[in-house]
């Protein structure tokens, strides 16, 4: 049975990765049309309404309230809200400006970062493979930074928001899609605010003249939940560590579809620090597989 709940977990987080990886690109890449700052207005709506809707219907509403009921909850609740504000917008920003290989950077680099800051804040300990990941994601965004041109902006600020939202989540033991669903709603007063002038300045795209429209961005909701119950389900039955090293299937693919299907510029620059972060990333994915 445990095996057989293991190859179910990582059925489930590989098709999590793969749905964040290809149609999650193909996805919002096609409305980018109608300009990253609505588009992440749309996310933050209707990711919120379909959160609402399955937590009526998975009955959590008890833990919902439990969760809300704590005060330190609801403080990092609403940074980390922020935080995934942020990135949603940086990573909509990025498909919209032709940035996706910059993008993938911070995914790649973004779980290593996320140990290099458990090391720091938790204390927890570092064995020799770990160290020389970090040390190679570091030596590579400093190249980066000496090569001011080439910097993936995009990516590290990708990196930066995630792996501190990881770090400030691990702070607190939340269901993964109640804390999204307190995160988001957090978030929603301002996207109303926000679609309201909008549509009061008639920059808006979603509107009733539109119903076809309005159904396609509808679904940027459960666009973003889907995967991210595939992946917490993988968690749940395969485990962190071979779920972490299935998650690198979403940069992976992001990269793929970045340069061969976009053709988006790869400088020689960018080259040398993706090697860098490949081989740190194959390290740490070794030391993944060698302690689970």
């Not at 990196?159 to 939202?165: E, V």
């Not at 970045?258 to 080259?271: A, L, Q």
Request: aromatic residues 20%.
């Amino acid at each position: 049975m445990k095996i057989t709940n293991f190859k179910k977990g990582i059925l489930s987080a590989g098709l999590g990765s793969f749905w964040w990886g290809i149609l999650g690109v193909f996805y919002f890449k096609y409305f980018s049309f109608i300009g990253h700052l609505e588009l992440v207005i749309h996310r933050c709506l209707w990711t919120s309404l379909v959160l609402i809707l399955t937590t009526i219907y998975f009955s959590k509403w008890d833990l919902f309230l439990k969760t809300i009921k704590n005060s330190k909850n609801i403080f990092i609740l609403f940074f980390t809200g922020i935080l995934i504000f942020a990135n949603w917008t940086i990573w909509l920003y990025a498909l919209s400006t032709n940035q996706i290989i910059d993008a993938s950077f911070g995914y790649f680099i973004m779980p290593i970062l996320s140990v290099l800051f458990g090391t720091i804040f938790f204390k927890e300990k570092l064995n020799n493979k770990k160290i020389i990941s970090i040390l190679l994601v570091l030596i590579s965004i400093i190249y980066l930074l000496y090569k001011f041109n080439s910097v993936p902006l995009v990516g590290i600020s990708v990196g930066l928001a995630w792996s501190t939202y990881n770090l400030l989540r691990k702070t607190i033991n939340v269901d993964t899609d109640i804390g999204l669903l307190v995160e988001s709603l957090f978030i929603l007063p301002f996207a109303i605010i926000v679609f309201y002038f909008i549509v009061k300045n008639n920059f808006n795209d979603f509107s009733f003249s539109n119903p076809s429209l309005m159904f396609l961005l509808i679904l940027a909701g459960p666009m973003t939940i889907i995967p991210l119950f595939l992946h917490i389900k993988g968690v749940e039955l395969a485990g962190l560590g071979p779920s972490g090293m299935i998650f690198y299937i979403v940069p992976t693919l992001h990269f793929i579809l970045g340069y061969f299907y976009y053709n988006e510029p790869f400088s020689n620059d960018k080259f040398i620090s993706f090697i860098l972060i490949w081989i740190a990333v194959f390290i740490y994915l070794k030391d993944l597989y060698e302690n689970n």
